[in-house]
Nanobody, 124 residues
Framework: QVQLAESGGGLVLAGGSLRLSCAASGGTFSRNLMGWFRQAPGKEREFVASINWSWTTWYADSVKGRFTISRDNAKNTVYLQMNSLKPEDTAVYYC??????????????????WGQGTQVTVSS
């Protein structure tokens, strides 16, 4: 059974940094598309970043230059380094994995497995 477990969320001041981790279990994910999405109160879930098996990355325009996605295949873990955080980054952040290499990486329906989410709150 595939499980994704996020960690690293919390409360941070604007301009600060956090690193989210997503540990995958129940399979090997070195060839899988992995991604991060977020959902703020009253808003739809939105794409944040993703990374494929060849380390090609994609980012939402709102986080480019501030967030970095990476992966450690030996640990079956994906990371999201978030710098220069803004109050508008406040949301629940979800880790996601596709069954394979994945297509349409910006769309949530391209991902088959989801974590429970971790809260990130950025105060001004």
């Amino acid at each position: 059974q595939v499980q994704l477990a996020e960690s690293g969320g919390g409360l941070v001041l604007a301009g600060g940094s956090l690193r989210l981790s997503c540990a995958a279990s129940g399979g090997t994910f070195s060839r899988n598309l992995m991604g991060w999405f977020r959902q703020a109160p009253g808003k739809e879930r939105e794409f944040v970043a993703s990374i494929n098996w060849s380390w090609t990355t994609w980012y939402a325009d709102s986080v480019k230059g501030r967030f970095t996605i990476s992966r450690d295949n030996a640990k079956n873990t994906v990371y999201l380094q978030m710098n220069s955080l803004k109050p508008e980054d406040t949301a629940v952040y979800y880790c996601a994995a596709a069954r394979g290499a994945g297509t349409f990486v910006l769309l949530s329906r391209s991902y088959d497995y989801w974590g429970q989410g971790t809260q990130v709150t950025v105060s001004s």
